[in-house]
Each structure stands twice: as C-alpha cells, then as structure tokens.
C-alpha cells in the first residue's frame, strides 16, 4: 500500500487551489483533507469543472424557448425538432491539450463531444469544429494543423459521424494558444432521452467501456492554466483517444438503453470518475460509494489518486436498474467492453471511496459541487478601439485576390477532405457551404449546423462582436433555408483574473444574450474555456457559437449555387462599414476602427425574407455577406455555380464593407423579388449578375480561373508535404 | 434473393449499404453479427460494408478477415455466391484472400473524402451490367488505405481477363493501374474502395452508384 503525500502549502498550490480556497476545504471538512480527498477537491474546483469565473455571468443567458427540452447543465441541449423527435448538441473545447499534442488532444475532443451526446440517447448524427491557429508562418503552426486536422480526423472517421462544416482562422494572437472547439448534435426521440440524475437508495453504480490508465491525471487542472516553458512536461495530462472503443461504447450503450436497464448516466470526460459520480449523486440528491478495487484498469498499483483523476476516454458512469443487470452485461460483453460494478447510491449526502479496504475520502457529497468557490472577478470594459485613418485608394482585384488567396479566407478543402463528410448518407449539404445539412435519417425533414464568430470584432467591442457570432450564424442558416432553433457557446478568454479580459467575457456574453434573445436561438448548451494565454500573452476574445436549423423538408433548402444569366440582387443595407474588416486586416494589414454594427432587428426581418423569397420561388441562390463583405460573398458563389459575374463599380466599403445582415441572391425574376422585400421592408437593390468567365468588379476584371487557383491554394505553404 | 450486410464492431457504412440494397432490391437485407459462425440460409448475396471493422489496427481488414462469420463468407464465395465488399469491406476481402492485391495507405498519406470520377471498365459482371463500359461516373471515395498494390504482372492478369471493375481518372490514392475495384476469377466477388451507396440517392448529390446495386437486383431476379 503506497502512502499519500503530506499536505503542503506547495503540494495545495500545485493542484490549483488557492490559499483561501483550500481554507474553504478546511471549513467545509473541519479536517486537513487526505491527498485523495485533494486532489477530488482540485478536479471539481478548477475553473474547467467549477466555471467559478464565470458562472455568475453564464446564468444571464437565454436558455428557455418554447422548442428547448433541456438547458445547460446536463451532458447537452436538447431541443425539439417535431414529430416526438429532438435534437441533442453541444460545443466544448480541447484546446490545451491539442496545443501540447495535437493529434491526441484534437481526437479526444471529438470523443468527449461525441460521448456528451450519446449519454443522452442520441446518435451522434453531425459533427463541427472550430480551429484557431497561430500565424501561418509561425514555426509551430504547420505541425499544428497537420496534427489537429489528422487528429479531428482520425477520431470521427472511425467512430462513423460526417463532418459537415466549421471554422478556421489564423491570427497572430493564437501563437501560444490554438482553440479547437469541437461541437457535435445526435438524434433522439424527445421520449427516450437519459439524464445523469441517480435515483433509488442501494442501486449498482455500474462503470462501462475502457480500462482506467494513468492518462489525463490532473488534466481538467492543466486546462485551468496558462502555460509556459515548461509546457513539454504537461504532455502526459493528455489522454489517448481510442476511437473504435468509443464507437463500441455508443452502441453499447444505446442498445443498453433500449432494453430499459439505464436509470441514469454520465459520460467520464473532464475528471474522469470524480466529476461524473458527483455529479450523479448531486443530481440525484443522493451520495455515492465507489469500491476501487472493483474498477477496470489498464495499469498496475495506480492509487485512489490517480484513479479517482484519471481522464482515461471511452469510459462511463450509470445508475442501473439491479433487476436488469444480467440483461446489461450481455450487452457489453457483446460488444467486448469492461462492465463492472464499482459501487452504489447511498441515502446520506457522502462521496465515500474505498480502496484495498482502506477509506480514502469521505466528503460532503453537495459541497462538491454546490459549495465550489465563485468568483465575481472585477472587470474594465474594453477601451475604445483606435479609430479607422485614412486608407489608400482601393485596387478591387488586386484586393480580391489577396482576400481570396489568404489563408484565412481561402477554400477550405484541405481541411474538410480529411473528414468523412458523408458517413450515414444523410448528407445533403456537405462542407463548404453556409451551413453543413443532413437529413433526418428517414424522413424529408433536415437540420443544419453552422459554427461562427469574428474574434477581431469581439476585440474591438465586446458587445458588438458577440452579438455578431450569433447573428452570423442566423444568416448562414437562413441562408441554406433553415429556421434557426437554438445555440451552443464555446467562450474562449484569456486569464479572468485581468480585469480586461473579464471585461471582453462580459461584454461578449451581454452581446450574445441580446442577440440569441432578438433572434431567438436560446443557448442550450456550452463550455467554457478560460486562461488561454502563454507568457502573458491572451487570445483574441473567441466566443464561438454553435447553431443549429431545421429545414422541415429537404424542399426548402438552399444553394449558393447561382447560374449564369441570373441577376444578383444584395439584400441589407449597405453602409461601407470598413472597421475592423478583412479588407483592413488582410490588405492592408491594419486593425482599426469599430465592429459594424448589428442590427438584430434587420436581422430577422432579412433572414425571413430570404425563406420567404424561396418559399415563394423568387430566388434559385443565397449566400451570406460576411468577412470579405460584398466582393467576396459574389466570388464565392462565382465558384460555387462556376460561372463569372460582372458587379456594379463602388469603392473600397461597396466591396469589401462588412455591415450585418446582408445576403446575396441570385434571381431570374427581379421586379417580383424587388416587390417583396419593399414590403417586407428589407433593402434590396440589383447589384450585378452572373455569367461569362470573368470577375468583373466595376470596370477591373480577372478571369475566374485566376480566382478560382488563388483560392484552391492559400494553405498550400501550411499543408504542402 | 435474399442478401446480408455482415456487420463488424467498427462497421459503420452498414446501415447505408442496408438503404441502397433494400433500394434497389425490394428488401431489407439480414444484418448478420461478426461472432456468428454461419450465415441465414437462403443467401444471394453478401455485402460487407465500409467503416473501421477492427478499428483498422493491426492492418485495415486484418482482424476481420479473420473473424468467425468470415469462414462462412469465404465458403459462400468458393461455392459462386455474390459478394460485394466497399471500403473496408474490400480491405476485409484482400485479407480472406477472395480478391488479390492488398490495400495500403493513400500516396498522400492523409484521409481523403471526395467525390471522384471513375470509368466502369467493364459492364460484363453481376455488379455492373447496368452500366455501360466506358461509362464515366461520380462516386465518393473517403479512406485513409485505399492505394490498391498489386505487381505488374497481376494487374496485366487482372486487366487480360477483364476483371478490373472501376478505375480512376484522377488517381487519388496512387493504386496500382488507377483501380478503383477489382472482380473475383468468376466475376462474383467485388471489391472496391469508392461508396456506390452514397451516391443511390438523389437527394445526396447524384445517383451514379445506384446502377451497382440495380445490377445485383437483375443478378438476383435472373439467377
């Protein structure tokens, strides 16, 4: 039998806790805890499990609506999509461990997202990501991408789930910190959905899937730090991502939910065994025994330490119904996985652990969650930004081509060509497009998925650039014809403890509240991932959201597919906003000047129009106007529908201007279109129109064959071999 | 006529060939467990679908290949049964020895999912008669070992005796003579890399696989 350290000042400090948090502890006890009992403190008190920064923040979000079946709080959101089937989706973050070992720290975010779903009884039926890299020619970013890519990859390829869209940007001020946000929805029927409240005195807590390793000890409390030169020895906090188990798991588990043996359960992501027992029992309003000598391992002589602390992946945590126990282990042991009862609900309110017939921590079991430090950590709201100066005269192609060819706005097909984007054969909007799609299996009905958020915008008005993530979202699922249902968050900030960066969490989460109330996409489900900073040095504000449509027949869905000969009608005001642009940054390498603003009024009555103008067959092409503004949103669909376009001549805010809530059309029937946005209210005016082999921008012009190998090769010096 | 989609604990394209077959055939095939030592009675045709059968550790194909229902798979074949292997069901029947070459990672070395363009080299089988030879059409590819390797002297054999089914224009993953899929000595077994069931469904982009699985079900209705 090992013994456990001494409790030190050092040894409470390396495990995240500050002195008047461990202080806490004492209180709470009124005993020095066991290092076991530490190190359980620690997992539920870090920023990752706890969001003690930013709970009191995250309360303030809409997260009611007439479709939301279930909240934050549980693995995911669950919404309603009619005909007693719903919706199950969240976004998280892995964004450290992918900075330490990309491969496995981007698989293993897929799988935690993956698992987060199927806990609840749903399949797993589309999956984002939202990647954040350094500059392009920063010595770490190459290996970087290559590595989260192939790693993104590897995961969901083999557990069996499309890839249908995403985000990738590069900015300087992700070299010390690459985000990867993985975000994933199932489908379930709304009366078979499973939660991981305990219930019932004396049942089996039953554990399921993969052996316990040593991988991931002490990972949730390296994903609550900043890092720093020493950020090679955190390599083995990441855990090891086994794809084909997972998968095992997901049937497993869907089939064990079938037969009605599944009273409660709870996936083991962040904190392994300790996070998803407490959370169980606080749930349920009950205490929780665990026998370790009773739990699968893949290693010998780990101690209740390292057991409790493990992030080993594939595993999870259920309450079973005893009557049904043989029933559940002819399930695992079909599917070859570790089943294995490893203790059961008690009455009193303890989180008991054994282990070799010794107690290794007896905790209040509620405090653990419910008695968690929260923080009300005082911010500054952000300065105002530098104003925009005077800006050189404008050369349209020559600017296009830079945007076009950029990496941070070229085609994505690198990226995208890794991922099995039709697995399930349900795809019917693959990558590339505003919004990924995929049919209902069985149905003509169809969701659609979209992840966005301009960081440079949340930098220069918090509020303006929250708003904007959720109603760029809305565009691009209006845009592929879907009504948008509801929202999850992934919140990427630095450290909360500087009263800037609190000021850009609060002011985006003020933004985005405002917005997913006027739009009515409700968050339903979110993460948040704090301290992303190395030697000081924070992220731009990364809000990302995660939104999802439902088109309720595959009829109603839209292209950017234009032909040539249609006329390209923009929708939305236009005000040549060009303050914080693409334009600036890409071209000419400034930030300057304000966020556009967002008017979430125009918003809507724009998104509805673009549903109403296809419902009313007025409109064969929609594409949202967003970084790149006009010039870039009518190039992309030229690629799209491979064919020319010729668009009236302006200056650089008519081409390349980033005001909110515009959309491209192509039409063949202008007069009617024009008639319906005037009485819908919505600005709409001819702008050009499609065809020929040409780019025309005013009287400059380049051929689309130019264009199209600009676009087809701006990662080229990241990805070549 | 009746079919089977065997199903590994890594398949994951079972239930997509299910939807093509029972497409095209009229009728929902029998989903057989790896464990099983044999097969329903009765059986036409045996798929074996796309997916990570054993996580593709090991080799892609190597675990499963072995597996139980395998035995049974491979005697169905050696007595003139249909077998159509997608994927990881072609890397699964390179293992069993039912279609020679092996299948080994892409040139690129990097997953690869896109739509590519193939030519149907020959429409003198059970699997392609629907088609025409020389016929171009687009079919998705989405593997990480799909570069077919096969001597010189057996793609020459494979080509004199007309029993390459598919080939690649744009060869994507550096196989052996640009081949897509190959055909058993009597023109029974298929098995090919690229996914004719995602592309059976209009609503997916395009129907040119589904001429794969029209093909069997004139096979099935004849025989």
């Keep these: 039998m090992q013994t456990e350290p001494e409790i030190t000042a050092a040894l409470v400090e390396a495990h995240g806790l ?54 934050p709080g549980e693995n995911a959101g669950i919404v309603d999509i009619g005909d007693g089937q719903c919706v199950v989706f969240k976004m998280e973050s892995h964004n450290h461990p992918s900075y330490i070992e990309p491969y496995q720290g981007a698989g293993t975010g897929m799988g935690g997202i993956l698992r987060d779903v199927f806990t609840m009884g749903a399949r797993p039926i589309a999956a984002m990501n939202s990647l954040s890299f350094g500059r392009p020619e920063h010595p770490k970013t190459r290996r970087l991408i290559n590595g989260v890519v192939e790693g993104i990859g590897g995961y969901g390829n083999c557990f069996g789930v499309p890839t249908i869209g995403g985000e990738l940007r590069f900015d300087p001020a992700y070299d010390g910190n690459c985000l990867v946000n993985a975000f994933a929805a199932g489908l379930a029927d709304t009366d078979k959905i499973f939660y991981s409240a305990a219930s019932g ?38 855990q090891v991502g086994d794809p084909f188990t997972e998968k095992r798991l997901m049937e497993a588990t869907l089939e064990l939910m079938a037969t009605g043996a599944v009273i409660s359960i709870q996936d083991m992501g962040a904190a392994g065994l300790t996070c998803s027992a407490v959370e169980m029992g606080d749930k349920g309003n009950l205490g929780i025994r665990l026998d370790l000598d009773k739990v699968p391992v893949r290693e010998r002589d780990m101690s209740a330490y390292e057991m409790m602390l493990s992030e080993s992946q594939e595993r999870m945590l259920m309450v079973l119904d005893p009557e049904k126990e043989d029933i559940a282990k002819a399930v695992f042991d079909k599917w070859d996985l570790d089943f294995a009862i490893v203790g059961h609900t008690i009455a009193e309110d303890r989180f008991v652990v054994m282990h070799a017939n010794t107690l290794k921590a007896d905790l209040p079991l509620k405090a653990l969650s419910g008695e968690a430090p929260e923080y009300d950590r005082p911010w500054v709201p952000a300065p105002a930004p530098a104003p925009l100066g005077a800006l050189p005269p404008l050369d349209p192609i020559a600017a296009l081509l830079t945007l076009i060819g950029s990496p941070n706005h070229c085609s994505r097909a690198w990226v995208y060509e890794q991922y099995d984007t039709m697995v399930m054969a349900d795809t019917v909007l693959p990558p590339g497009a505003d919004a990924g799609v995929v049919r209902v299996h069985g149905t003509k ?95 731009l504000p990364t809000p990302t959201i995660g939104a999802v449509g439902l088109l309720t027949s595959l009829d109603d869905m839209i292209t950017m597919r234009p032909e040539a000969g249609q006329h390209m009608i923009l929708l939305g005001e236009s005000r040549g906003h060009l303050g914080q642009s693409a334009y600036l940054a890409e071209v000419l390498g400034r930030r300057e000047g304000d966020a556009p603003e967002v008017d979430l009024e125009a918003e809507r009555a724009a998104g509805e129009l673009v549903r109403a103008l296809w419902a009313q067959d007025l409109i064969t092409a929609a594409h949202d106007l967003s970084d790149g503004g006009l010039a870039l949103a009518a190039t992309e669909m030229a690629l799209a529908g491979q064919t020319g376009i010729n668009l009236a001549p302006g200056d650089a805010g008519w ?50 064959a130019r264009i199209k190998k600009a676009f087809e090769s701006g990662l080229d010096a990241l990805t070549s071999a | 006529m009746k079919s089977a989609v065997i199903v590994f604990p890594g398949s994951n394209c079972d239930r997509d060939m299910a939807m093509a077959l029972a497409g095209a055939l009229g009728h929902a095939p029998r989903m057989v ?43 169905f074949a050696n007595r003139g049964g249909l077998v159509l292997g997608i994927c990881n069901g072609f890397q699964v029947l390179c293992e069993t020895g039912l279609l020679p070459g092996t299948l080994m990672r892409n040139s690129g070395l990097k997953f690869i999912c896109k739509t ?29 070992d799909g570069n077919y390797v096969a001597s010189d002297a057996l793609v020459q054999r494979l080509r004199d005796a007309d029993r390459i089914a598919f080939s690649y224009q744009d060869n994507p993953n550096g196989s052996s003579g640009n081949i897509a899929g190959v055909l058993s000595q009597n023109r029974r077994v298929l098995g090919m890399m690229p996914h004719p069931e995602r592309r059976a469904d209009p609503d997916l982009g395009g129907t040119d696989g589904r001429a794969l699985f029209q093909s069997l079900a004139k096979a099935l209705i004849s025989a």
Aim: aromatic letters at 8%.
């Design chain 1, 18 to 71: 500050k002195p008047d948090e461990y202080q806490r502890i004492l209180d709470l006890i009124g005993r020095e805890p066991s290092f076991t009992e530490l190190g359980i403190f620690s997992a539920m008190w870090n920023e990752h499990c706890s969001y003690k920064s930013s709970k009191k923040w995250l309360r303030t979000l809409p997260t009611t609506g007439t479709r939301v079946i279930c909240g």
């Design chain 1, 445 to 539: 009905k169809a969701l659609a998925f979209t992840a966005d958020v301009t960081p440079r915008y949340c930098r220069a008005n918090p509020f303006r650039g929250g708003a904007q993530a959720v109603a760029e979202a809305y565009r691009n699922l209006c845009a592929t014809g879907a009504i948008p249902l509801a929202t999850t968050d992934n919140l990427n900030f630095g450290n909360p403890e500087k009263p800037e960066i609190m000021g850009e969490f609060v002011g985006c989460i003020k933004g985005i509240s405002a917005a997913v109330t006027a739009l009515d996409m409700p968050i339903v489900s979110g993460n948040v991932s704090l301290y992303n900073e190395t030697d000081g040095q924070g992220i």
């Design chain 1, 655 to 704: 081409f390349f201007g980033e005001d909110q809530g515009r959309y491209l059309l192509a039409t063949e029937t202008v007069d009617s279109l024009l008639t319906a946005a005037r009485k819908a209210a919505v600005a709409a005016r001819v702008v050009g129109r499609f065809g020929g082999t040409e780019i025309r921008l005013g009287e400059a012009t380049v051929p689309l």
């Design chain 2, 33 to 75: 467990w790896h464990k099983d030592v044999s097969l329903p009675d009765g059986l036409d045709l045996i798929a074996i679908p796309g997916g990570f059968s054993f996580g593709d550790y090991l080799r892609c194909g190597a675990i499963a290949g072995r597996s139980p229902i395998m035995r049974a798979v491979a005697d």
């Design chain 2, 116 to 144: 590519v363009r193939l030519t149907v080299e020959t429409a003198d089988s059970p699997f392609t008669s629907a088609y025409d030879a020389g016929q171009p059409i687009d079919i998705p590819v989405a593997h990480h």
């Design chain 1, 201 to 238: 005195v004396g049942r089996p807590v039953v554990y399921l899937g993969a052996k316990t390793g040593r991988d991931g000890v002490g990972g949730a409390t390296m994903a609550s730090a900043e890092f720093d030169d020493t950020i090679e020895d955190k390599r083995p906090t990441v």
